[in-house]
């Protein structure tokens, strides 16, 4: 496989799995076209499983790795149930690495696959925002481009929405927070904008419109966006410090908007039910551990593999993502969600847009990772 | 444009957002120890010039010569023919006409 892929590419590898494995795997075209008229997929792997899991990777244009790495995973995981085999997450060496530094095959037994494929619903949307990835990939002045490609307002010239900004969770966030939160929260309501525009109302992007919307359809189980760069499995929440403590203060309360400060010291802390702080602990640390696991025996591999497992909250809030609205799809904070922020500014990884010789390196990693989400979903 | 790791006090931290020409990853911040994070990006010289001004240091991971190199590599990798939009997006409104 070619890295990176362009979003046709994407698409393609997509319908290609579809038409291959017509029993297993199905593709539908969600229901919003984005603002330049693009289709977005999302493939069904499954066979006869009931528990819904979504993975959602390209929500940030300037994050490439993320589209192939999905696609890769679903490419592996239907051969290998197909041909009744294990999954074989191949070695890789790093040949820019002095002296070269190797990482070991690693195999998900053909029993994990099978046990995986019959007992969850996985749902892979590879490449949520294509119209921001098409134009990040049309030549190096576009490279950082982050948002979508919603088209200015009236008088402005100035485009896109950040899709990781504009879910439906405290996304009003200058009511939320006090005016010391607004300022440090990662996020914008200026058009203008490079980055964090939250766009002019909650959901009013295409892009979320399609993934908010398979969440709540599907009534998932386990959810995770996969974005990079650091390294990080990242659990609720983003919007300030975690406790679980008072119920009471949490992002829906009216009685706490304008004082919190989205810090993990203040006197605010989103609530979240200790059990659920637990099993998103444990979920994340089965996580890492899988990546760990397969680094074989050079230190150096480790090194480069330590995935860290913590809230998404460190030192700048974030309202309007899409992992924090998963969380709170259904009311009993019964979901597993998680961003993946997989990839390193380090070790010649390059950040948002690594050299396709790294590619194999950081996929290994969202596919031992995810795998072991999937483990965990088949509830056994 | 080069990929740096900026490192600081807390609050001044908190308002790396106001530094125009820097694109960093919000997720990368770390704790140095009590009142220190770093965090990793890209920045214009100019932008590393501002930071300097704010009692920021920077730590130099791929200067801008390599960045602008492996874009070089990557986008002439993309040679493969790139996506074009549907010519009409209200064309498509059935929600499965993508099955495959």
């Not at chain 1, 590419?9 to 603002?35: F, K, M, Q, V």
């Not at chain 1, 066979?47 to 979504?54: E, H, M, W």
């Not at chain 1, 590879?126 to 921001?132: A, K, M, R, T």
């Not at chain 1, 969600?337 to 070790?347: I, M, P, R, V, Y």
């Given at each position: 496989m070619a890295y990176p892929s362009t979003v046709r590419e994407i698409e393609d590898g997509l319908g290609a799995l579809a038409a291959a494995y017509p029993s297993l795997c199905t593709r539908t075209s969600l229901p919003n076209a984005t603002h330049e008229g693009r289709r977005v997929s999302s493939v069904r792997v499954t066979n006869g499983g009931s528990t819904p899991v979504l993975f959602v990777g390209g929500a940030h244009a300037r994050e490439w790795v993320p589209p192939d790495a999905l696609l890769t995973l679903l490419q592996r995981l239907l051969a290998a149930y197909d041909d009744e085999a294990d999954l074989v997450v191949p070695a890789f060496t790093d040949t820019a690495s002095n002296p070269d530094l190797a990482y070991p095959a690693a195999t998900i037994a053909a029993d994990d696959v099978k046990r995986i494929v019959e007992n969850v619903q996985l749902h892979v949307v590879g490449c949520s925002n294509p119209d921001g990835r098409a134009f990040s990939q049309s030549g190096p002045l576009n490279a950082m481009w982050r948002k979508n490609r919603r088209p200015p307002n009236p008088g402005s010239t100035c485009r896109g929405?950040?899709?990781?900004?504009?879910?439906?969770?405290?996304?009003?966030?200058?009511?939320?927070?006090?005016?010391?939160?607004?300022?440090?929260?990662?996020?914008?309501?200026?058009?203008?904008?490079?980055?964090?525009?939250?766009?002019?109302?909650?959901?009013?992007?295409?892009?979320?419109?399609?993934?908010?919307?398979?969440?709540?359809?599907?009534?998932?189980?386990?959810?995770?966006?996969?974005?990079?760069?650091?390294?990080?499995?990242?659990?609720?929440?983003?919007?300030?410090?975690?406790?679980?403590?008072?119920?009471?203060?949490?992002?829906?309360?009216?009685?706490?908007?304008?004082?919190?400060?989205?810090?993990?010291r203040g006197p605010y802390g989103e609530y979240i039910p200790a059990a659920a702080l637990d099993r998103h602990v444990r979920v994340g640390q089965a996580m890492r551990d899988a990546i760990l696991a397969a680094t074989g025996t050079d230190r150096r591999a480790r090194v480069r593999s330590e995935y860290a497992v913590e809230p998404s909250l460190a030192l700048y809030p974030t309202t309007g993502t899409s992992s924090d609205y998963a969380f709170t799809v259904k009311d009993d904070a019964s979901i597993t969600s998680f961003t993946l922020e997989c990839g390193s500014d380090a070790d010649g990884e390059g950040g948002f847009q690594p050299v396709p010789a790294i590619y194999p390196k950081i996929e290994r990693e969202v596919h031992l990772a995810l795998l072991a989400m999937l483990l965990e979903a088949t509830g056994d | 444009m080069q990929l740096v790791r900026i490192a600081g006090p807390t609050d001044a931290m908190r308002r790396l957002q106001e530094v125009d020409g820097l694109d960093f990853e919000r997720t990368s911040a770390n704790r140095l120890d009590d009142d220190t994070w770093q965090v990793a990006g890209y920045a214009t010289d100019e932008a590393l010039a501002e930071l300097e001004t704010?009692?920021?240091?920077?730590?130099?991971?791929?200067?801008?010569?390599?960045?602008?190199?492996?874009?070089?590599?990557?986008?002439?990798?993309?040679?493969?023919?790139?996506?074009?939009?549907?010519?009409?997006?209200?064309?498509?409104?059935?929600?499965?006409?993508?099955?495959?």
């Amino acid at each position: 496989m070619a890295y990176p892929s362009t979003v046709r590419e994407i698409e393609d590898g997509l319908g290609a799995l579809a038409a291959a494995y017509p029993s297993l795997c199905t593709r539908t075209s969600l229901p919003n076209a984005t603002h330049e008229g693009r289709r977005v997929s999302s493939v069904r792997v499954t066979n006869g499983g009931s528990t819904p899991v979504l993975f959602v990777g390209g929500a940030h244009a300037r994050e490439w790795v993320p589209p192939d790495a999905l696609l890769t995973l679903l490419q592996r995981l239907l051969a290998a149930y197909d041909d009744e085999a294990d999954l074989v997450v191949p070695a890789f060496t790093d040949t820019a690495s002095n002296p070269d530094l190797a990482y070991p095959a690693a195999t998900i037994a053909a029993d994990d696959v099978k046990r995986i494929v019959e007992n969850v619903q996985l749902h892979v949307v590879g490449c949520s925002n294509p119209d921001g990835r098409a134009f990040s990939q049309s030549g190096p002045l576009n490279a950082m481009w982050r948002k979508n490609r919603r088209p200015p307002n009236p008088g402005s010239t100035c485009r896109g929405v950040d899709p990781n900004r504009n879910n439906d969770i405290a996304w009003d966030y200058e009511r939320y927070y006090s005016r010391a939160g607004a300022a440090a929260n990662s996020a914008s309501t200026d058009p203008c904008d490079f980055q964090v525009y939250v766009g002019p109302a909650a959901e009013s992007e295409p892009e979320v419109k399609n993934v908010a919307g398979l969440m709540r359809d599907l009534d998932i189980a386990y959810f995770v966006d996969v974005h990079s760069f650091s390294r990080k499995l990242l659990y609720p929440w983003g919007m300030d410090g975690n406790q679980t403590r008072d119920e009471l203060q949490n992002y829906k309360n009216p009685d706490w908007d304008g004082r919190r400060d989205g810090t993990t010291r203040g006197p605010y802390g989103e609530y979240i039910p200790a059990a659920a702080l637990d099993r998103h602990v444990r979920v994340g640390q089965a996580m890492r551990d899988a990546i760990l696991a397969a680094t074989g025996t050079d230190r150096r591999a480790r090194v480069r593999s330590e995935y860290a497992v913590e809230p998404s909250l460190a030192l700048y809030p974030t309202t309007g993502t899409s992992s924090d609205y998963a969380f709170t799809v259904k009311d009993d904070a019964s979901i597993t969600s998680f961003t993946l922020e997989c990839g390193s500014d380090a070790d010649g990884e390059g950040g948002f847009q690594p050299v396709p010789a790294i590619y194999p390196k950081i996929e290994r990693e969202v596919h031992l990772a995810l795998l072991a989400m999937l483990l965990e979903a088949t509830g056994d | 444009m080069q990929l740096v790791r900026i490192a600081g006090p807390t609050d001044a931290m908190r308002r790396l957002q106001e530094v125009d020409g820097l694109d960093f990853e919000r997720t990368s911040a770390n704790r140095l120890d009590d009142d220190t994070w770093q965090v990793a990006g890209y920045a214009t010289d100019e932008a590393l010039a501002e930071l300097e001004t704010r009692g920021l240091t920077t730590e130099l991971v791929v200067p801008a010569e390599k960045v602008a190199e492996d874009r070089e590599t990557l986008y002439a990798a993309i040679t493969r023919e790139q996506d074009e939009p549907e010519p009409d997006a209200s064309s498509a409104a059935d929600p499965e006409a993508g099955d495959a």
